[in-house]
């Protein structure tokens, strides 16, 4: 488009190279002035300082900031995991109270704990894996040099998502096998 026709807005030449790309440069200062000697020539750098420049147009913010939603996530859900648990166990004082006025050892009643919340955290990981799965298509142009059902990439998510989650349960677990049977007998 010549700049006759539309002066108002900047121009702008894209060279690809092999080499470095400073190294070019005055090769194609050269170029462009045996074309036209009025054109100025301003902004002359590569495209990774240009983006620089713009740092919400570097991949690199993308994936910051992803990772920034992503903790926040990973934070939510250990909060959601532990409040449930927490919630559940204080509702089953009582029947605690009893299994281990009958004898039930501390483990079992942590592994019993332990399950209900693993139980929780499976439907979660189960129903997340198939949203996931679903949305690949979606985040394709956002990740570089993995495959979006890479199983290490998925393995690892859902081994963060499991060791959360296990945390999450373990601190109330343990509260609960903490209870006094008496005191637990007369909790209502």
């Known amino acids: 488009m010549p700049y006759t026709l539309t002066g108002a807005f900047q121009r702008g030449i894209l060279v690809r190279t092999q080499t470095a790309p400073e190294a070019l440069l005055n090769s194609v200062r050269r170029e462009i002035w045996a074309l036209d000697r009025n054109v100025a020539l301003t902004n002359t750098r590569t495209l990774n300082d240009y983006l620089k420049q713009f740092s919400y147009?570097?991949?690199?913010?993308?994936?910051?900031?992803?990772?920034?939603?992503?903790?926040?996530?990973?934070?939510?859900?250990?909060?959601?995991?532990?409040?449930?648990?927490?919630?559940?166990?204080?509702?089953?004082?009582?029947?605690?109270?009893?299994?281990?006025a009958l004898g039930a050892r501390r483990a079992s009643v942590l592994g019993m704990v332990v399950a209900k919340g693993l139980l929780l955290i499976g439907i979660g990981l189960g129903i997340g894996l198939v949203a996931s799965l679903a949305a690949a298509r979606a985040v394709a142009g956002q990740i570089w040099g993995i495959s979006p059902h890479d199983p290490i990439t998925i393995g690892g998510g859902v081994g963060v998502i499991l060791f959360a989650g296990l945390a999450a349960c373990y601190f109330p677990a343990r509260r609960a096998t903490k209870v006094d049977p008496m005191v637990a007998l007369r909790y209502e």
């Open 57 to 100: 147009a570097e991949p690199r913010f993308s994936v910051v900031l992803l990772g920034v939603f992503a903790a926040v996530g990973l934070l939510l859900v250990s909060i959601g995991v532990y409040s449930v648990v927490a919630y559940t166990v204080s509702r089953r004082t009582h029947e605690i109270g009893i299994r281990m």
